[in-house]
C-alpha cells in the first residue's frame, strides 16, 4: 500500500486516481500507523512553502517521515519535492526536512530580465543526467507538466533530471531512499503516469 501524506496541501485525488489507474493500492492519509504500514509515501504539495511545512509541522508527523525515509522509498511531488530540501527563500527563509541538500530558489529572481513568464506552467522536455530505476520507463527528451514559481538550486549531487526554462531547472532529485519531482506526474500524462509506476515498483 502506498499511503500518500494527508497534511491539508496538495493534489491529492488525482494522485489516488494516477495509481488506482495502475492497479495499485493507495490511501489518503495523515494516520501514523497507516504510514508505518506502508510499503512507501508520496508527499504531494501544493502552495507556498513556508505555509506547507508549518502544516507538516502541525500535524506532528515530521518525526515519523524522518524514521520512515530510512527504511522505505518516499517520493515528493511539486511543492512536496520542495519540502525535502535543506530551506526554502519563499517570502522568507524557512527551514525545509533536509533529506535533499541544496536550496528552493525563486525562478523569477534568477530569470532577470527573461522575457519568460512565471509561475512555470506547462509542458517541457525531461533531460536525464544521471541514470535511476525511475526512468526505466522512459526515455530522455520525454515531455511532463510543470506548475512552480520556485525551484531546486545548488543540488547537483542529488539531481537526476533538468528542464531548461531560461536556466536549468531541477526536475528530479535523489538522495537515498527519496526521490523527488518539481514536476507533476499525476498531470503528465502517459511519461508521468510510467515514472509513478517505477516508484512503485522499486525495490
Avoid at 513556508?50 to 518525526?63: F, I
Avoid at 515528493?76 to 530558489?105: N, R, T, W
Wanted: glycine share 12%; with cysteine.
Amino acid at each position: 500500500m502506498i499511503a500518500i501524506i494527508d497534511y491539508g496541501v496538495g493534489n491529492l485525488f488525482s494522485l489516488r486516481s494516477s495509481l488506482a489507474y495502475l492497479g495499485l493500492e493507495s490511501k489518503i492519509t495523515g494516520d501514523p500507523e497507516e504510514i508505518r504500514k506502508a510499503d512507501r509515501i508520496i508527499l504531494p504539495g501544493v502552495g507556498a512553502f513556508g505555509d506547507a511545512m508549518q502544516k507538516l509541522v502541525d500535524t506532528g508527523l515530521v518525526p515519523l517521515i524522518r524514521e520512515e525515509v530510512q527504511k522505505k522509498p518516499l517520493l515528493g511531488i511539486c511543492l512536496g519535492m520542495q519540502l525535502l530540501f535543506d530551506e526554502s527563500c519563499e517570502y522568507g527563509i524557512h527551514k525545509g526536512l533536509g533529506f535533499v541538500p541544496g536550496k528552493i530558489a525563486s525562478l523569477a529572481e534568477d530569470l532577470g530580465e527573461s522575457p519568460l513568464k512565471v509561475p512555470h506552467i506547462g509542458w517541457n522536455s525531461l533531460k536525464i543526467v544521471k541514470d535511476d530505476p525511475l526512468f526505466q520507463y522512459v526515455k530522455d527528451g520525454e515531455y511532463v507538466y510543470y506548475v512552480h514559481s520556485f525551484y531546486g538550486k545548488d543540488c547537483e549531487a542529488s539531481t537526476l533530471a533538468t528542464s531548461e526554462y531560461g536556466l536549468s531547472v531541477t526536475g528530479v532529485v535523489r538522495q537515498g531512499l527519496v526521490w523527488g519531482t518539481q514536476f507533476h506526474p499525476e498531470k503528465s500524462g502517459d511519461v508521468g503516469l510510467k515514472i509513478l509506476k517505477a516508484f512503485c515498483q522499486w525495490r
